[in-house]
């Protein structure tokens, strides 16, 4: 762009400053402005008739704002205006003004790049900011958007042109001429065949997988241009302020990258994690009756949010944690065991009794009992309906049961390979250290003159140090490995006796309709139909009662279709947040949450829950352009995190499906700003 001297730069550098101000007319004048310009001297008269424009469409813009004093800097940027004018003379060219007054002419795509500098592309008035190309599709694709309107982006360090015509929205790669002005035209190959020329004339030639195929330069003159080049088209008029800042966030979301081959994204969050990570805490680890009440006992159990449960005035373990993100609070816990079944029963007693009679929780888990726990569970936790097909799974769960737990006790498994490895490696480590330290201490008794160094006492410290920590692992280690034997044992013994009452017709199988818990609370099955619109997800409906007591209701939320270590469609995210919206509405009390451990599936569904609580909260106070998309959710996870375990959003597939429904969630909110009222009409821009 070739820069302007004298009185047309100090015009250009005011219409800079007052094209910051928050107004759609102002942002389509100034930048029209701006480009026509660009690279040609403007005669004095053209300056005057642009500062009379420019002056009164920011005088009106200024006047509508009422609930706050303009900013200084735009009333400063119109006294330089009026000084410049008073400079240059008062006269107005005739012929410009009435171009000003004219509607703006269309260009060609040839005619509209020859504008555009890549050094600064944001001086283009198609270009935006920070915006993906999947961004400026959806821009185009609102119904308010004229066919011919057109939008520059660049992403990943390349420029891109998109244009949207009756036929569709059409993307080029746009390069820059090394020998010549102008750009060039790419369509980009296609990877689902031999190379693509959609939007380009038949007769363009178009090359196939290895690299693109330039379509022709901008600046040549073909007797039959490619169809893309010739079309008119218009700078994507701004649009509602609001909408411009939901698209930019929308954006900064889809460039969020956490799986495939960039996961630097992923690598920054773990590591903005370990600043944030709750201390660890695992009592699970601490006997038997505990390990037998976890799902998973690698979890922590962040200490400080731990949900307390009492039973007849004595503590009741439960791995369970009230996790705050955005504006609500969720207990975030594990799969029930069939230990743990009755505890979850009674902590949704509690919660509905201080509610109203109400309380909610969510399965994320998949259909099923999971047998790759070291304790298996052969029962659902909640009482099913007449035909549910689990009642003929019952001797086919205590079975896989039977064969995980003799695994577990023989030795086989992962886990406990694990365990004895580590005590073996650090009672080595251990023996190591005793003989040095031993042989350390005898040449000091023998009055060796090496054995009186410094450092030789630093060493002997050093090495008291090491044989502690070794032992303290070993002690852990064994410790924890006793505890998972045991309850191995004593589940086996339960799954054996269960599975022979259930043939004796002594106990049922499965819990069918209703079941009564040790703390005298009957649970019945008493609706359960699957969610229209949300394939797979179930909402069932338990009655609770006991003796002297109202009765609650408890609503469950199941989507059993979401597999462990795994993301769901970017779609499942918000269809959750709907019904749990709708399902636990006002309730004061925290919804509960589980998957199988209870962080993965589980994190990331409260993560977009909070996330979406924080966007929705800056729509209501006009606070969008503050946000920062990338900032936002590493403070959502990282605080949820802190909150319970860090490994809440487990895996980085979750977490990219946690941005790509963000995403697209801001975006509908960025259609609803601009559409509702309708864009801004034709005089305005």
């Known amino acids: 762009m070739t820069a302007s001297v004298g009185p047309q730069a100090s015009v250009e550098a005011q219409l800079m400053i007052l094209n910051k ?36 469409l920011v005088q009106s813009a200024l006047s509508t704002e009422k609930s706050s004093p303009p900013d200084v800097k735009f009333s400063t940027a119109l006294s330089s205006l009026k000084e410049i004018k008073g400079r240059i003379g008062s006269k107005v060219d005739a012929a410009a003004a009435d171009r000003l007054k004219m509607p703006r002419e269309e260009k060609t795509v040839e005619d509209s790049l020859k504008l555009l500098d890549k050094e600064h592309p944001e001086r283009h008035p198609a270009f935006r ?81 290895d690299e693109p195929s330039p379509v022709i330069a901008v600046d040549d003159t073909p007797s039959e241009p490619p169809e893309i080049l010739g079309v008119s088209v218009t700078p994507l008029s701004r649009l509602k302020p609001e909408a411009e800042s939901l698209l930019k966030l929308s954006s900064d979301f889809g460039q969020i990258q956490f799986s495939g081959y960039l996961t630097s994204d992923w690598n920054e969050l773990k590591a903005a994690s370990t600043k ?60 029930p065991t069939d230990y743990s079944r009755d505890d979850v029963w009674l902590s949704l007693w509690e919660d509905a009794g201080k509610a109203g009679g109400r309380a909610t929780i969510m399965k ?41 737990l003799n695994a577990v006790l023989s ?120 969610l229209e619109g949300f394939p797979g997800a179930i909402v069932r409906k338990f009655k609770l009662t006991k003796d002297g007591e109202e009765p609650r209701i408890v609503t469950q939320i199941d989507y059993p279709k979401w597999a462990d270590f795994s993301a769901a469609g970017a779609a499942v995210l918000p269809n959750l947040r709907s019904v749990y919206q709708k399902e636990h509405g006002d309730n004061p009390t925290p919804m509960k949450v589980h998957c199988r451990a209870g962080v993965g599936r589980t994190g990331t569904f409260i993560s977009f829950c909070g996330a979406m609580d924080k966007i929705e909260k800056a729509v209501r106070e006009g ?32 977490a990219q499906q946690l941005t790509q429904a963000l995403e697209e969630e801001v975006f509908k909110l960025a259609l609803e700003a601009q559409e509702s009222q309708g864009a801004a009409s034709s005089d305005d821009r």
């Open 623 to 654: 606070k969008v352009s503050e946000l920062e998309g990338k900032k936002l959710l590493f403070e959502i996870i990282t605080d949820a995190r802190s909150q319970r375990d860090w490994q809440m959003v487990q895996q980085s597939v979750q």
């Open 364 to 404: 994320l888990s998949t259909s099923g009992c999971p047998g790759r726990n070291d304790l298996p569970v052969i029962r659902d936790y909640w009482p099913v309906k007449e035909g549910d097909p689990s009642i003929h799974r019952f001797n086919e769960r205590c079975e896989q049961a039977e064969q995980q």
């Open 276 to 335: 944030k990570v709750a201390p660890e805490h695992r009592p699970h680890w601490e006997s038997t009756e505990a390990n037998k009440r976890t799902a998973v006992d690698e979890i922590n159990l962040a200490e400080a949010t731990q949900r307390t449960l009492t039973r007849a005035g004595s503590p009741v373990f439960f791995h369970c944690n009230t996790v705050k993100v955005g504006d609500h609070a969720f207990d975030c816990h594990q799969l």
């Open 21 to 56: 101000l928050d107004n759609a007319a102002v942002h389509e004048f100034v930048e029209s402005t701006l480009a026509d310009w660009n690279g040609r001297s403007v005669s004095e008269g053209e300056m005057s008739a642009v500062i009379d424009k420019v002056t009164d």
């Open 411 to 530: 030795g086989k498994t992962r886990k406990v390979v694990n365990f004895k490895r580590s005590i073996q490696q650090n009672q080595v480590a251990k023996e190591k250290c005793e003989a040095e330290l031993e042989e350390l201490r005898q040449s000091r008794s023998s009055d060796s003159p090496v054995a009186a160094t410094s450092s030789g006492e630093t060493r002997e410290s050093e090495l008291v140090k090491l044989i502690e920590r070794y032992q303290r692992k070993i002690d852990s280690d064994t410790k924890q490995l006793d505890n998972l034997l045991a309850a191995a044992k004593e589940h086996l013994d339960y799954v054996v006796e269960q599975k022979e009452k259930a043939a004796a017709g002594d106990i049922p199988g499965v819990y069918v309709g209703k079941f009564k818990t040790v703390d005298g609370i009957t649970v019945e099955n008493v609706d359960e139909k699957p």
């Open 129 to 209: 900011e920070g915006w993906t190309t999947g961004t400026a599709r959806r821009a185009l694709d609102m119904p308010s958007t004229p066919i011919g309107s057109y939008v520059i982006v660049k992403e990943r360090n390349r420029l891109e042109v998109l244009v949207k015509r009756e036929s569709g929205t059409e993307q080029h790669l746009l390069e820059e001429n090394e020998d010549a002005p102008g750009y060039t035209v790419w369509v980009e190959p296609s990877f689902m065949g031999g190379g693509s020329c959609s939007g380009i004339d038949a007769g363009a030639s178009c090359s196939g997988l």
